[in-house]
Nanobody
Framework: QIQLVESGGGLVQAGGSLRLSCAASGRTSSFNTRAMGWYRQGPGKDREFVAAINWNGGTPNYQDSVKGRFTISRDNAKNTVDLQMNSLKPEDTAVYYC???????????????????WGQGTQVTVAS
């Protein structure tokens, strides 16, 4: 079992930056074997993919709307995965969730079923 806890959310002005962090605990020996991802759910919207990174930090993937603005990274020594968010827009307002994959690589084709664990979410609000 892996527990995931997100932090770093808050209220920012449009154009500002925020850095989210996801800390893993429990069976952390498996953390560095898993793909990690970030999802978000905005008001009145379905949960959507934001970004993912493979077990060794390679081949990051991003939703088109955040490319060039968001950066996903991980530190396997600390059992953390971060999401640096720059040039934030009001439409980025959402609850952001961290997820740990069942496999070591992210797949863009198999959907949310690839994720074995989810965090509780952290609120990001971007003022217009």
């Amino acid at each position: 079992q892996i527990q995931l806890v997100e932090s770093g959310g808050g209220l920012v002005q449009a154009g500002g930056s925020l850095r989210l962090s996801c800390a893993a605990s429990g069976r952390t020996s498996s953390f560095n074997t898993r793909a990690m991802g970030w999802y978000r759910q905005g008001p009145g919207k379905d949960r959507e993919f934001v970004a993912a990174i493979n077990w060794n930090g390679g081949t990051p993937n991003y939703q088109d709307s955040v490319k060039g603005r968001f950066t996903i990274s991980r530190d396997n020594a600390k059992n953390t995965v971060d999401l640096q968010m720059n040039s934030l827009k009001p439409e980025d307002t959402a609850v952001y969730y961290c997820a740990a994959g069942a496999l070591n690589y992210y797949s863009s084709t198999i959907g949310e079923r690839q994720w074995a664990y989810w965090g509780q979410g952290t609120q990001v609000t971007v003022a217009s």
